[in-house]
């Protein structure tokens, strides 16, 4: 039996916008839990520019990814949100009391009163390299990630990337495939330069190939590979593989929120604009993910419906509850929930 | 104004006046030139910009620097003339640039 974990409010995504919802919906007493595929918070500001200047926040005349995902969590620490990293969202359900079981892909359990939806671009997911016909081999000869080291014991194990992900999985692999091949582009590396050089020592010790080029076709049948042609500097070259490991990068993909009957719009949540709530009562959207007349995928745009999104929410959580209006200049009681309370 | 041509990977030509001080992408982007994807926005941070600079025009474009290297680790056929089109600022020099679209991004 796994465990069951309690919350008010269920956040799907810990980018700028999920966590700034923690703030909102904090004022208003709501506990929050961040669920993210990444293994840190930030999303895109975190994963795809940390070093990037943003000019568009308000106050902030420039302020890099990371620095902005480093003021919000500040931000937020009074109310000590709970997170949940490297998991996606596998399913949702409402139950019959109207809170909502939302499983993640590794089998948790959460049950909250309200989701929000925070995914920005959809999760982080391995891209796919672009070689032709590489679907049908997937799960069987292509993997994107290894789960278990045993389903590559005395495989043909081919390896394409220049990270560090490739070079780790080369060096862990090495001593329990029968023959492995890296195959990488160029000489030079993305990956740690320690790992680099463990590879080239084992090349040197003919106990790997390092083979320059990209993959342009696969062999096999079935489902099952048996070679990759690898296009290098000197032409074309056939390479026995029955296991092969792209490691390509991470691209963004909505995932398992598509399957939730939310009328998508090109990938899109719809949402009214009082609530930002979707077609299903206590399950909102905002940020990047969801789409109403007018809509900017601006940041600050999203802070704007996580405002609006948690008197919505508050309603639904606390039905008998009067919520006052209140501005966290002047309220004592806002003051003391943020712990600056004179 | 500068002038630029992209051509389709179905030979379709498309010449733009692009400002001085933009990308490259930006203008195919603003033209609908098909097959520039550029999912992060110009951010050097995925590989779907990617294009050939016409062989004439690679020394004047120049080299891609460290990190459009690295990210070109994750385009699709990649060839010593392949750049990430949001890493070429339009100018003077380069008025009358031609690039091709690749058969596919990454």
């Known amino acids: 039996m796994s465990l069951v ?44 520019y940390p070093e990037k200047p943003i000019y568009d926040i308000p106050a902030w005349p420039v302020i890099s990814g ?8 500040e931000q937020i620490r009074p109310f000590q949100p709970q997170f949940t990293f ?12 109207g809170t909502f079981k939302v499983a993640t892909d590794e089998g948790e359990i959460f049950e909250a009163k309200v989701v929000v939806i925070a995914a920005g671009g959809g999760s982080f997911q391995p891209k796919r390299p672009p070689i032709p016909g590489i679907e049908a081999y997937e799960g069987k000869s292509v993997f994107y990630a290894v789960r278990r080291m045993e389903e590559f014991r005395g495989e043909d194990v081919l390896i394409v990337g220049g990270g560090d992900s490739a070079l780790d999985w080369t060096l862990n692999l090495q001593p329990i495939a029968r023959r492995l091949t890296l195959v990488h582009r160029r000489p030079e590396f993305r990956a740690a330069p320690d790992s680099v050089n463990k590879m080239y020592a ?52 909505l995932g398992p929120i598509a399957n939730w009957g939310l009328n998508l719009h090109e990938n ?14 206590g399950l ?55 712990g600056v309370a004179g | 104004m500068t002038k630029l041509t992209f051509i389709a990977f179905d030979g379709t030509e498309f010449n733009v006046e692009a400002e001085n001080g933009s990308t490259v992408m930006e203008n195919a982007i603003r033209n609908g030139v098909p097959g520039i994807e550029a999912e992060c926005g110009g951010a050097c941070a995925c590989a779907t910009c990617h294009v050939y600079v016409d062989d004439e025009w690679t020394d004047v474009v120049g080299p891609p620097e460290a990190m459009e290297e690295d990210m070109l680790d994750f385009a699709y056929d990649v060839r010593p003339n392949s750049r990430l089109s949001c890493q070429i600022r339009v100018r003077d020099e ?4 031609i690039v091709r679209v690749p058969e596919r991004q990454a």
């Open chain 1, 5 to 48: 974990t309690k919350t008010d409010v269920l956040i799907v995504g810990a980018g700028p916008v999920g966590l700034f919802a923690v703030f909102e919906l904090g004022l208003l007493d709501l506990k929050c839990h961040l669920v993210d595929i990444l293994d840190r918070p930030g999303g895109q500001c975190a994963e795809l």
């Open chain 1, 66 to 73: 990371q620095a902005l995902v480093d003021r919000l969590l």
């Open chain 1, 86 to 97: 490297n998991r996606m969202i596998a399913s949702l359900e409402r139950q019959a009391d």
């Open chain 1, 202 to 253: 084992l090349q040197e010790e003919k106990k790997l190939e390092f083979q320059i080029g990209q993959v342009t076709g696969l062999s096999g049948e079935n489902g099952y590979l048996t070679g990759a042609v690898v296009k290098g500097p000197e032409g074309e070259v056939e390479i026995p593989c029955t296991r092969l490991l792209p490691f390509f990068g991470l691209t963004m993909k």
């Open chain 1, 268 to 281: 899109l949540i719809p949402v009214d604009t009082e609530k930002f709530e979707t077609s299903e009562p």
């Open chain 1, 284 to 338: 909102f959207a905002i940020g990047d993910i969801n789409h109403y007349p007018g809509k900017l995928k601006l940041i600050l745009s999203g802070f704007h419906e996580a405002a609006l999104m948690a008197r919505a929410a508050k309603r639904i959580v606390s039905p008998n509850e009067r919520v006052v209006f209140q501005y966290t200049t002047s309220s004592t009681s806002l003051q003391k929930k943020l």
């Open chain 2, 94 to 97: 380069i008025d009358g640039l």
